[in-house]
Structure formats: C-alpha cells, structure tokens
C-alpha cells in the first residue's frame, strides 16, 4: 500500500508583487490576447461579461484596451469601476484572474498609441472615431495558476507520473500584487 505522501501532489505556491507580478502578468496576457471582462454590475441586456482584446500592459501592470463609448460596458464602468479580467494562455496553464479598478476616457494620445487598422471594423471613422473610448484597468488584486518550468516539462512529468503511478506536479500558483 502506497503511503499518502508517495501520491500527494506536490504544492507549489509563490506570490509574486511588484515587477516580477508585472513580469507574470504580461507573460500570461501575451499568451492569452484576449480575456473575459467582468463588470461589477450589468445594465440593460448585458450580462456584465464579454471578450476583450488587451491593447497593452504597460510597466506598472495597467492592463489597456480600446472600446467603444456606447457600450454596456463604458456604461457599467461609469456607475461601478469594479472589473475582473479572466485570461487562459493555453489548455493546461497561464491562468490569470485580476481584479482592478477600470476608467474610461477619450485619451486622444492613447488611441493613437494603441490604434491598429483592423480596429476599423469597429471604429469606421479610423482612429478619429468619436465612438471610441479608452479603458484602463488598474489592478488590485490577482491571482495566476501556470507551469513552473514551461509546458514541454509539465508534459514529461505527467507523462512519467502516469508511467510510475505518481503525481509529478509542475504547476505553481500564487497572488500577484503590484
């Protein structure tokens, strides 16, 4: 008979602030592209929740995107900042939840900044569209589930652990705070 420690997985916790949170965050997001974005509160026939594209994270961790003035969600954002963005990179990890503070404006510089031509399928006017909005998403809290050494070893070690009949763990999890 196996004793309990020979199949308990093995635990990998390590929270993360300032810039390897920013580091971890960017990375996941840089798999991910798009997410989940959650407000505190649905309006009309909204259900609170909708995909996103990320425009940018930028060093401080603010998570950026472009959206359109009239929306649920600019409305939503204005009676309560309150968000929460779900990311997942791939199948098995890069798992991402953040918690933040959303603002919208029409931050004519950012636009530009982050403006790319196929954003016009949205935006018929160009980059020039009144409609369009900015919306930054401070962060508050968060927190990631991801392989500690990549992919390709996460896959060898299940697959020995399956072999030998034990749980070759590689995921690591932890808070990110900025």
Not at 14 to 30: F, H, N, P, Y
Not at 101 to 126: C, H, M, Q, V, Y
Not at 167 to 176: A, N, P, Y
Request: overall charge negative; charged content about 25%; proline content about 3%.
């Amino acid at each position: 008979m196996n004793s309990i420690n020979e199949n308990q997985t093995e635990h990998n916790h390590e929270d993360l602030s300032g810039v390897a949170a920013v580091e971890k965050i960017k990375q996941i997001i840089d798999k991910a592209e798009s997410c989940f974005f959650s407000t505190a509160i649905a309006v009309a026939e909204s259900c609170g929740t909708r995909p996103m594209g990320v425009q940018e994270v930028d060093d401080e961790g603010n998570i950026w995107f472009l959206s359109a003035n009239d929306s649920h969600k600019d409305q939503e954002i204005a009676i309560n900042p309150s968000v929460t963005l779900h990311f997942q990179g791939s199948a098995h990890s890069d798992f991402l939840v953040i918690k933040g503070t959303a603002t919208a404006s029409r931050d004519e510089n950012r636009i530009k900044e982050l403006w790319k031509p196929i954003f016009k399928t949205w935006f018929t006017e160009g980059e020039n569209d009144p409609r369009i909005s900015v919306i930054k998403v401070t962060p508050t809290e968060g927190y990631y589930w991801d392989t500690k050494y990549g992919f390709a070893v996460a896959g060898i070690k299940m697959a020995i652990g399956a072999l030998i009949g034990k749980t070759l763990d590689d995921s690591i999890e932890g808070k990110v705070k900025m």
